[in-house]
């Protein structure tokens, strides 16, 4: 690979989300959220782990900036956990959780490091489950409330807002296939929870807005698939056709274009009448975009299933679950081809060309960032005490250049955020996945520089990729 610059005004950042680094699970009045509750569920977490301890970054936040900060990183996306804002039904603020937040935004700004802050990375307070959860209208409604609260108080601290992280990974993870909090098996929910998320964003921007004026940076962030037909069949290309309107523009229509596609609907007929989307809404959640965070893992290959046919509305009530996809239920994946990370997935750099471009050219005027993007491989720790991880190396090196590629063709890409600033909560995989930069020893919580963070310290001091 040959060095390659970036532009002088291009952020280099790293990201974590709330439940995923943060312990401190009773502290300073905060509630429990969906996934306190789900970790609890036996089988729900691989290592029968939780967030409860994390990294502990609510308490070492000092000490992970100055590792930031001699990373070079110009920016730093983390999460505001729901349940230490408002942690109660009625919605009473509380102030020690903003009061957090505040400290964390004061301490990264006196290192020089722009706070880039998700309003919601998965932690819905429980409370609001059991009232309904995301397929309750007046979730997105409650979301709204505490995205102007945030807004109010940290206002003149953060540089851009995303008001969601992965809504797919909301709805379909968390309400479909059931692997993620609340651990619900539901396809008709999981639609609606996607129609309510898709609200909570627009009125969640309108809320901020409406505290910080139209000059806000607001952004949301989305883990678009990457969808490749296995063959040219006409079959298979419906296939990927489809899977693009349930994963894809699902969340992109009404976002920037105001719209769903009709055929959308009618893929899904036989799981949900959509009856929840009511007049008004797409106005609602059509609202101007500073930015939009793309998240970039791995890609997909998919054919029709042969020989499946549509169930019926009836059989696919009876029988709702068939993974994350609502209504996709003559479509496979193929497995994914190696060399993969630790996750099982595969390694694709073309792909986040490919979805950079594609973006830029039906949106030519939206800025995009690359909010999360990195590896999990098996790191073990060398005598010295760091971690020699060169396949997370050329992970980051073959993406940072496929990025390199897109500017090059154009697209306005601003930033990008290495996922993770550090080891941490890996979600239903709980301790057993490693994307750090850092790693971290969870008996004693030092933090242990790997060469992927010395590699991306010295891409950053050049401003460059290193030779
Ligand atoms: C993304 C999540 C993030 C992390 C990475 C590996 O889907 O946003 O929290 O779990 O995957």
Not at 52 to 66: G, L, N, S, T
Not at 159 to 179: F, R
Not at 380 to 394: C, S, W
Not at 396 to 405: P, S, V
Request: proline share 7%; hydrophobic share 40%.
């Amino acid at each position: 690979m040959t060095r390659r610059d970036f532009p002088a005004d291009f952020v280099w950042g790293a990201a974590t989300a709330s439940y995923q680094v943060e312990g401190a699970i009773r502290q300073d009045g905060r509630t429990p959220s969906i996934w306190d509750v789900f970790c609890d569920r036996p089988g729900a977490i691989a290592d029968g782990s939780s967030g409860q301890v994390a990294c502990d970054q609510y308490h070492r936040y000092r000490d992970d900036i100055a590792l930031m900060a001699e990373l070079g990183v110009e920016s730093y996306r983390f999460s505001i956990a729901w349940p230490r804002i408002q942690p109660s039904p009625d919605g009473k603020v509380n102030r020690a959780g903003l009061d957090h937040y505040a400290r964390l935004c004061d301490a990264l700004l006196e290192a020089g490091i722009a706070p880039v802050a998700t309003l919601y990375h998965w932690d819905l307070p429980q409370y609001l489950e059991q009232a309904g959860g995301w397929p309750n209208r007046a979730t997105a409604e409650r979301f709204a409330d505490y995205a102007g609260v945030v807004a109010q108080s940290l206002g003149d601290r953060i540089d851009t807002w995303t008001t969601l992280n992965e809504p797919w990974c909301v709805a379909y993870l968390g309400y479909a296939a059931g692997e993620h909090a609340p651990g619900r098996r539901d396809h008709p929910a999981a639609l609606a929870a996607a129609h309510h998320l898709n609200l909570a964003h627009g009125l969640a921007v309108q809320a901020i807005r409406g505290q910080l004026g139209p000059a806000a940076r607001t952004s949301i962030t989305l883990n678009l698939q990457v969808l490749r037909p296995a063959t040219d069949s006409p079959e298979d290309l419906a296939a990927v056709a489809q899977l693009d309107r349930i994963g894809n523009q699902i969340w992109l229509g009404p976002l920037l274009d105001g719209r769903y596609d009709e055929r959308l609907f009618q893929d899904t007929a036989h799981v949900s009448d959509w009856s929840f989307v009511r007049a008004g809404d797409l106005a609602q959640i059509h609202q101007p975009l500073s930015v939009l965070g793309l998240n970039y893992y791995s890609s997909s290959t998919v054919r029709h299933r042969p020989g499946a046919v549509p169930p019926t509305w009836s059989q696919a009530r009876q029988q709702p679950w068939c993974g994350p996809w609502p209504g996709a239920e003559t479509v496979e994946f193929l497995p994914p081809v190696g060399p993969l990370t630790a996750m099982g997935w595969n390694q694709d750099p073309a792909g986040l060309t490919e979805l950079l471009l594609a973006t830029h050219r039906r949106w030519p005027q939206l800025e995009l960032m690359v909010t999360e993007n990195g590896s999990a491989f098996e790191d073990q720790v060398a005598v010295d005490g760091t971690i020699h991880d060169p396949e997370r190396v050329a992970y980051l090196a073959a993406h940072i250049e496929a990025l390199g590629q897109a500017l090059d063709a154009g697209a306005p890409v601003r930033g990008y955020f290495a996922w993770s600033l550090i080891d941490n909560f890996e979600w239903a995989h709980g301790y057993t996945k490693r994307f750090g930069l850092f790693g971290v020893d969870y008996a004693t919580q030092a933090r242990l520089w790997k060469d992927s963070a010395r590699w991306y310290q010295s891409l950053i001091a050049a401003g460059a990729t290193p030779d």
